[in-house]
């Protein structure tokens, strides 16, 4: 299967955590049922350095959701709690301490330095067929795309050189989480006590 080529650089900002964190819960393609984002802290509730990825999907009750949420999020060996927020949304929260070091490349920006297993699930994940999949590997592995990379921040050609050593020296073709994105800003739904009775 022909891997697609990269034409550009990845416009704009994507949560690094559902890129290079969330295909650690091992969720196959093609369920249909995706989060609608991925968070690496939420705010009053979980740090960063607590090393948890939080998950929002809609709630739904129908058999395949159902079923997804028994056997994927509640069951998932990451799993640590679940709590429902406004609007028909819960966060899924996972622990990833068994996945510390793994964590700490994706907060630092270093998607290069993330182990092969995770790696692999990541290329799992996205599929080699997809669009994605190309930008994704550059991230990975961007020793095999820093030529172009080059060629694609540099307008005139005899500077491509110089891009190259400096990227080179930068290490990875991806930027950093932005913190502030990657947090979740919404409250726990408080429990109406007066309608229990």
Request: glycine share 4%; charged share 25%; aromatic share 14%.
């Amino acid at each position: 299967m022909a891997i697609k080529k990269i034409t550009d650089i990845y416009p704009g900002y994507f949560q690094k955590s559902k890129v290079f964190l969330y295909p650690a819960l091992n969720h196959k393609r093609g369920t249909g049922i995706t989060p609608i984002e991925t968070y690496l802290s939420w705010e009053n509730y979980v740090n960063i350095a607590d090393l948890k990825l939080v998950c929002i999907y809609y709630l739904r009750d129908d058999d395949e959701f159902n079923a997804f949420e028994e056997k994927c999020l509640l069951n998932n060996p990451l799993f640590e709690d679940y709590k429902e927020i406004a609007h028909d949304k819960a966060a899924y929260i996972f622990n990833f301490e068994k996945h510390a070091e793994d964590f700490h490349h994706v907060i630092a920006g270093r998607y290069s330095e993330i182990s092969e297993n995770l790696k692999s699930k990541i290329r799992e994940h996205f599929g080699a067929s997809t669009a994605n999949y190309a930008f994704v590997h550059s991230y990975l592995y961007p020793g095999e795309h820093i030529e172009k990379y080059a060629e694609f921040l540099t307008s005139d050609p005899k500077d491509i050189p110089d891009m190259v050593t400096l990227l080179s020296s930068v290490g990875e073709l991806c930027s950093k989480p932005n913190l502030e994105k990657e947090m979740l800003k919404v409250k726990v739904k408080a429990l109406d006590l007066k309608n229990l009775s």
